[in-house]
């Protein structure tokens, strides 16, 4: 699966789920360099949580949950 992959690459993956609340979703977030989300939102404020955020995913169909503005002014592709 992808975690092999990333992890033959030379990356970690950190699966994050059932976080208690936002705040500890941006915690989460705050040191990664990539961001694969499924329904979890994209937000101005997420985006600004991952510190070194270059890439952010959404797995599955569309993008509607990525805000697409936020992601463009911090330079998140």
Do not use: Q, S, W
């Amino acid at each position: 699966g992808i975690a092999d992959i990333l992890k033959g690459a030379g990356y970690e993956m950190v699966l994050l789920e059932n976080y208690k609340d936002v705040a500890d979703f941006h915690k989460a977030v705050a040191d990664v360099d990539a961001l694969i989300v499924r329904r979890d939102l994209g937000t101005p404020e997420v985006l600004e949580a991952g510190k070194k955020l270059k890439l952010g995913v959404r797995a599955g169909a569309g993008y509607d949950n990525i805000d697409l503005k936020a992601a463009t002014a911090k330079g998140v592709v």
